[in-house]
Structures are given as structure tokens and as C-alpha cells.
């Protein structure tokens, strides 16, 4: 009993150390080494620390004395355990925790009138409430300001810098006297030099504008209250021309400068994700889409890909692949052996016909940026809308000479787009046959491009006026800013020299074949296929759904469930309140049936039979006065609801039937007058004239209101038939 005594006792103790250390401690201070130690330095301070004040060394010494070394000891090991781990050291570096978690616990866990050890009676710490403090009941006590080099933003200028900008922003709703704010400044500037153009940063100070603070980051999406002092900071997104604060996502992640760049390109700027692969993947990677160049950036540390690939991948998606490798030590020999990559970061570059570029060293995002630009396109690329002006095969540019393939998939276009982009390698190759067209390539006054004829359409229209045997290889000459061009077609053998030689005639200016004259073709928009749309469309619903579902969680924590049950029941009724009441479905009637109803005249059995027919139908009724009266309009009307089974049509002649010329006469329904009987006929309702005075539209509309129960009944008894 006494060793488990003295092991729980143990154990508790072990926890109480590892809380303080966590907590309290600056490992570096316990292990006596700046904050720029490498891992070297770290090392020999513990060797040396750990075995001064290890137990076994304490034998002969007092009672208090090992109590103080057993404590050091314990703080030493967890000290060491924090630096010598990567990812611990630079989360507390970043943070002040090795965990994040006990930041966030720390945080939420603070009495609300609680105050640091050692403080002065009534007065907060940072994190504590102080309700007489000098920012007026914020409940911080007096700090010194937090710089940043971001955006100071205010109720003046919120609206134009953020609501109105073209870029994404990223906003901290902060206080100086917030202690969890002091930790993650660092981790904000460092977000700011990291963003690299993907979103901008800005704070909003909740001390100085608590109204704007209230706006940006409020306690939930209905509430006019400002988020808990205590939850500072927060972070909010707002996507580019947001227009307005409904627009924002607010951030729920860790403060870490890699979780804040992918939310800012994630859900603001909607980048293309770059995928992370390895040596069993890249093979499958690197023989996808043939059109597309494939860029493979290769880094030493994994991780997600820095903003400048995601950008790139976005922009330059119709054109590149771009994907990351986190390249291991423990693998080297392989990507030596496979790709002779052996100094990292790297780029391979795989184009079209086998070509690979390998760059070793790529160091700075500049030197990466280059390498994108360079090798974007193919050796022979697709001429389309959104490569116009990279190729250069437009007029008012610098290419004097476009020379294109042009054609649809098949041998014989195949043939001619291999040849082409041969002669473009021969030509850049140091064995170059022209000099002349060489230097011309280089200084990009001659274009070598591919176009697909059943694509651009237009192309094939303004060029060869839509003829199916067009040439497959043409060459176009620009002069200036002019939008006419001088066209030539190639007619020879598919011999790379030939094909050179006629290029070279062309471009030092042999006009024999030439025609001149000839409109520059517009290219079709680049648009996504159907499968590309849905699958687009699929994940953006998807994230929404998330997102949505995600938020309704957090509301019922932060507000209570009362909140997110109410929006809920809200976005069910809205639809409700503005549609329109819907009738019973019946069954159709049948075609055959609508002939027998044709509109007739309704004799006194009829009427009789029409009246004893209550609660089953409404009666649509014309008065006439003789059987040569105009009916054309009635007629229209009744085949307009032949398929309403509830109603039943004819025409009463007031001078025949009995009972309804007094009818008439009482309620001012003269003859070609239409009436609608309800069906417990005690009520009728006057909707127009069917002889032609009031058009055939504005009688179905009345009967289509009747028919969804808006209608303006009148109160009148149906005529009683004299008995025979």
C-alpha cells in the first residue's frame, strides 16, 4: 500500500510539474540557452544540467535541498522534451505553448475575476476582468500597445479597404491588454510576410471601435453584440468585392501561419489545391493530361504548399499540373537514381515528347516564380484564348511570324504537329540550321503553336471559310498593330528542312503564295467541360453544406441551440410564405370526356341535374340571349381547363331557361355576362364578358385565382326550375 501510495503521489506530482512547466516555464531559461540555440547546443546544456541535479546526485544533502533538486530535475526533462522536438519548440516559440490546446484551455479556463499571482488587489492580469479598468468594463488592465505591420483598420475605412477590395482579407478583432493576443502577434506578422499576395491582413482594435468590432466578429450571425472579450482574438475572412459583412467566414483553427495561409486560400481565395505525393504517386502523376506541362516542386520539409504554388496552379491550371513532393533523406538514392535530384528544394518539369528540366537548389520564391513563368507552356502549345497572349500570335506584339498546325485529331494532324514541334527543337538546339530563325525564337519574333480546328471554329471559318481539306500547317505574318495578316500555307512533304526552309522564306519576307488582307480570327472562351462543371460545382456545394453545418454547431455552443433551431425554421418557412397555394391534384380527365362536355346549351333538366351536383364542381356559365350570339371567347376559355376535372362549362339562354332571366335581372349579369357558381351554389361571382369584350387571358386568369381559392364570392341562390 505504501509503494502505491507513493507512486500515486508520485504521478500527481508528475502532472503538477508538467502543468507548471507547460504553463509558467521558459524551456529556455531551465536549460540556460538563448532562444537561437541549434540543436547541439540544447543537447550538452541538459547532459550538463540533468546530471548536476539528476537524484542520484543529491545523496547527503537535506531534505529541502532534494525536494528543490527533484523539482529542477523534472522541470530540466520536460524542458528538453520541448526543444528537442521540432514542431514543440516552434509552436512555443510561435505561441509561448508546446501544445496549442493548453493555450486555448488556458484561455477559456481563466476565472472571470481572476488575477495573477503576486498582483496587486484589484487589479486584473492579462486575460482577467478588471470591470473599472481603463478601457471601460473589457475587464484587461493597462498594456502597452501590440504593433503590427498590417492594416489599421476603422469604422472609416473598413468599407472601401475591405468590403470594396479585389483581394481577400484576413482580420483580427484584438486588445492590447489581451495576454492571448500578445502570444499570437508574432504568428500574425509572420502571416502577413508569408501571404505572399493571396489575401491582406488587418486588425480591429474592440477597445478603440467596438461597434466595428461587433460588425466583424460578433457573438453569432444574429446578433449585434461583439464576440467575448475572452475568445480574443479573432479572426474573420472576407472574400475579394465582398460587399458586405454577411459575406464573412470567421476562423476557427489554431493560430498557426500555415492553418491561416490555408484558409485564406481554401475559402477566400478559392486556389487550386496542390497535391501532395510521393514516390509511388508521381508515376501516375506525371503520365496524366499529355496537354499539360508537369511541374513537380520537391521540398525538404513536408507541409502544405506555400501560397506561390497554389496561386500558380490556379492561374496556369489549362496550361500546368503542379504538385509537391516532400523529399525524404531516406529517400535520396532513389530520386538521385530516377530523376538525379539530389539537393532540394528542386523543380522537375516534364513537357510534352519526354523533355525533362531538372533546376537544383531552387531557393527564394523568385528564383520558383521564374521557373513557373518559363516553362509554362509546351514545347508546341495549344493556341487558345487564355494563351494568346503568352505565345505572342496576336497582332500588335512582338512576333512578326505565327506558324501554327492546325487541324483535327488524326494521323495525318498528328503527323504534322510531331514534325512542327521537331523543327522548333531543331531550331533551338546549338546545331541549329538558321541562325536567323533561332535568334528569332529567342527574342520571341517567331511563334511556333498548334490549333485545334474543332474548337476554334472560328479560326477554320475566317481562314479557309470552313473547308474540311485545310491545310495542316499554316503560317501567319503580323505587321504592327494591324488586325489584318498576310496568310501562307504549307503544301510540301513532312520533312523537317523543307518545312524550316519555307518558315525562313516567310519570315525574311517572300510573299509568293501569299494571301494578304485576311481578318484576325477571334478563339473561342475557355470553358470547362460538363464534367469539370460538376465536379467544381459538387465541391463547392459540398464545402458550403460543411461550412454551413459546421457554423449551425458552433452557434448552438456559443448562443444556445434556440439560435441555430430558429434560422433553421426560418429558411423552411421562407419558401412557404411566397408560394402559391397549391389545389388538390385529381386525375386528369381524359380527351374523350372533354368532347362529350362540349360547351351546349343548358336546358331546365340540365340545370336541375347541375344543381343537385353540389360540393363536386364549379360552374362556369355564359348568358345568352339567342344561339347566334358571339361564344368564340367562352369556347377558348372552357378548351383553356378542359383537363379540371372540378369545373363544368355551358351557356344558359335567360329567355328560355326558367328561373334565370329574373336571376339575370337582380344581380346585373346582362347577356354574354360568364359566371363561376360556387359548389354549394348560394354563391356566385361576375368574371367578365364571353362575346369578346374582355380578352381570353384575363378570364383565365380570374378562374385560375378562383380555382386557388382567391376568390370574391357574391351571395345569390341558384333559380328553382318550374316543374313539368
Known amino acids: ?85 521540432a514542431e514543440k519548440r516552434r509552436n512555443y516559440d510561435m505561441t509561448g505553448y508546446a501544445d496549442p490546446k493548453d493555450a486555448y484551455t488556458k484561455q477559456q479556463g481563466e476565472p472571470s475575476n481572476g488575477r495573477r499571482r503576486g498582483a496587486a488587489p484589484g487589479a486584473a492580469g492579462r486575460g482577467g476582468w478588471d470591470t473599472g479598468g481603463k478601457f471601460g468594463g473589457f475587464g484587461f488592465a493597462q ?27 484576413l482580420v483580427q478583432v484584438y486588445h492590447d491588454g489581451s495576454e492571448m ?45 461583439h464576440v467575448n472579450p475572452r475568445n480574443l482574438p479573432v479572426v474573420v475572412g472576407f472574400p475579394r468585392n465582398c460587399g458586405a459583412f454577411w459575406c464573412r467566414r470567421k476562423y476557427r483553427g489554431m493560430m498557426k501561419e500555415s492553418a491561416l495561409s490555408a484558409f485564406a486560400m481554401d475559402h477566400l481565395a478559392g486556389y487550386e489545391d496542390v497535391p501532395p505525393l510521393t514516390r509511388e504517386s508521381l508515376a501516375a ?25 497554389r496561386r500558380a496552379a490556379t492561374e496556369y491550371r489549362n496550361d500546368v499540373s503542379v504538385a509537391q513532393v516532400h523529399y525524404k533523406q531516406s529517400e535520396a538514392a532513389y530520386w538521385i537514381r530516377k530523376h538525379g535530384m539530389h539537393t532540394p528544394p528542386a523543380v522537375l518539369v516534364l513537357k510534352e515528347a519526354g523533355e525533362k528540366i531538372i533546376e537544383q537548389d531552387v531557393t527564394g520564391k523568385d528564383k ?98 470552313g473547308d474540311e481539306h485545310m491545310p495542316r500547317i499554316v503560317a501567319m505574318r503580323f505587321f504592327g498593330g494591324e488586325e489584318k495578316v498576310d496568310l501562307s500555307t504549307y503544301d510540301g512533304s513532312m520533312i523537317r528542312a523543307d518545312i524550316a526552309a519555307w518558315i525562313s522564306s516567310i519570315f525574311e519576307g517572300d510573299d509568293e503564295g501569299m494571301v494578304s488582307g485576311i481578318e484576325f480570327p477571334k478563339l473561342a472562351v475557355d470553358s470547362l467541360g460538363f464534367y469539370e462543371r460538376a465536379l467544381r460545382f459538387q465541391g463547392s456545394t459540398l464545402s458550403w453544406a460543411r461550412y454551413f453545418g459546421a457554423e449551425l454547431v458552433y452557434m448552438s455552443i456559443e448562443a444556445g441551440p434556440a439560435v441555430p433551431v430558429g434560422m433553421i425554421l426560418t429558411i423552411v418557412m421562407i419558401p412557404m410564405l411566397f408560394q402559391r397555394p397549391k389545389r388538390r391534384k385529381k ?113 383565365c386568369a380570374k378562374i385560375e385565382k378562383i380555382l386557388d381559392g382567391m376568390s370574391n364570392w357574391q351571395d345569390g341562390v341558384w333559380p328553382v326550375q318550374a316543374k313539368t
Open 181 to 225: 493576443c500578445q502570444r499570437v502577434a508574432p504568428v500574425w506578422e509572420q502571416t502577413a510576410r508569408a501571404m505572399d499576395g493571396v489575401a491582406r491582413l488587418g486588425r480591429v482594435n474592440i477597445a478603440l471601435y467596438p461597434e466595428l468590432a461587433a460588425k466583424v466578429a460578433p457573438l453569432h450571425p444574429f446578433s449585434s453584440s
Open 143 to 169: 498594456a502597452d500597445p501590440i504593433n503590427s505591420e498590417t492594416t489599421n483598420l476603422t469604422p472609416q475605412n473598413f468599407a472601401k479597404t475591405v468590403l470594396k477590395s479585389n483581394k481577400p482579407w
Open 587 to 699: 386525375p386528369m380527365r381524359k380527351r374523350s370526356e372533354m368532347d362529350q362536355d362540349a360547351v351546349i346549351e343548358l336546358n331546365d333538366d340540365a340545370l336541375e341535374c347541375l344543381k343537385e351536383q353540389h360540393m363536386k364542381s364549379l360552374v362556369v356559365m355564359m348568358f345568352i340571349e339567342s344561339s347566334e350570339d358571339d361564344q368564340e371567347t367562352f369556347k377558348k376559355l372552357r378548351n383553356a381547363f378542359w383537363r379540371e376535372p372540378i369545373l363544368s362549362f355551358g351557356v344558359v339562354n335567360i329567355r328560355k331557361a326558367s328561373g334565370w332571366s329574373d336571376f339575370a335581372e337582380s344581380s346585373g349579369a346582362a347577356a354574354g355576362s360568364v359566371l363561376v357558381w360556387h359548389p354549394m351554389r348560394t354563391k356566385f361571382q361576375i368574371i367578365g364578358s364571353g362575346d369578346g369584350t374582355i380578352p381570353h387571358p384575363v378570364l
Open 368 to 465: 520558383l516564380k521564374a521557373l513557373l513563368i518559363e516553362h509554362k507552356l509546351q514545347i508546341l502549345p495549344e493556341l487558345r484564348s487564355s494563351s494568346l497572349k503568352s505565345t505572342g500570335c496576336q497582332p500588335g506584339g512582338l512576333v512578326q511570324v505565327c506558324v501554327a498546325a492546325i487541324g483535327i485529331d488524326g494521323f495525318h494532324f498528328t503527323t504534322a504537329r510531331d514534325t512542327l514541334r521537331a523543327v522548333k527543337l531543331t531550331l533551338q538546339s546549338p546545331s541549329s540550321p538558321s541562325a536567323t530563325l533561332s535568334t528569332a525564337l529567342e527574342h520571341k519574333e517567331l511563334s511556333m503553336v498548334w490549333i485545334d480546328a474543332r474548337r476554334q471554329r472560328g479560326v477554320r471559318e475566317a481562314l479557309f471559310a
Open 285 to 309: 502523376f506525371l503520365e496524366g493530361d499529355p496537354k499539360k506541362v508537369k511541374f513537380v516542386y520537391f521540398n525538404s520539409r513536408a507541409g502544405s504548399a506555400s501560397p506561390l504554388l
Open 1 to 85: 500500500r505504501r509503494v502505491m501510495r507513493a507512486l500515486w503521489v508520485f504521478a500527481l506530482f508528475l502532472l503538477w510539474a508538467t502543468a507548471v512547466c507547460a504553463r509558467d516555464v521558459d524551456p529556455y531559461k531551465i536549460l540556460d540557452v538563448s532562444r537561437r540555440a541549434n540543436d547541439g547546443e540544447i543537447k550538452k546544456a541538459y547532459r550538463k544540467l540533468s546530471l548536476r541535479y539528476h537524484p542520484d546526485k543529491q545523496q547527503g544533502k537535506s531534505a529541502e535541498d532534494v525536494e528543490r533538486a527533484q523539482d529542477r530535475f523534472v522541470k530540466i526533462q520536460k524542458a528538453y522534451g520541448v526543444l528537442s522536438d
